[in-house]
């Protein structure tokens, strides 16, 4: 699986945000600048989080953007359906083929496949809030590996 550019810097935008103080906020430029993005590309993603209510804004020369509840109730499957691009139900309406239509369209051996993983994922996604962002990766790294139950052994190194 693959996460999207917007999933990733939409994520990134959010982790600014959990990451300020109560009553901080950041412009769309600060936003951009941390980033590494353009203001327009920063703009988009604030419009889709804004519309889903992961962030509010203020207007002024001490406004910014802010998150709407805390990062803590945030859950990253929440995010990843709103910036998601590649809806699982719209999986076999984007066939790329040369005919007009999936061949296999009710009897596809592929398609569970594509959907227990979406679902692994968004189970896996469900387990993790924004809060659990905001920290160094190692940290963040060892909790998903928790939440798989994912057990990582270090092999002896052979000389």
Known sequence: MK????????LR???QLADLSDG??????????????STANAGKLMWILNKAG???????TKGGYFLSRPASEIRLSEIIKVLDAD??????????G????????GDCGIRPVIVGLHEIVEN????????????????????FHQIQGIHRTIEPQRI
């Open 54 to 60: 992961f962030v509010q804004s203020t207007r002024g």
């Open 124 to 143: 896996a996604l469900s387990k993790i809030t924004l809060s659990q962002l905001v920290g160094n990766e190692f940290a963040v790294g060892e909790m």
């Open 98 to 105: 040369v005919l007009d239509k999936c061949v296999h369209t």
């Open 13 to 15: 935008c959010l982790v």
């Open 87 to 96: 809806v699982v139900g719209k999986h076999c309406d984007s066939y790329t």
């Open 3 to 10: 996460i999207s550019a917007q999933e990733e810097y939409g």
């Open 24 to 37: 901080e906020s950041l412009t769309l430029p600060q936003i951009a600048e941390r980033e590494g993005i």
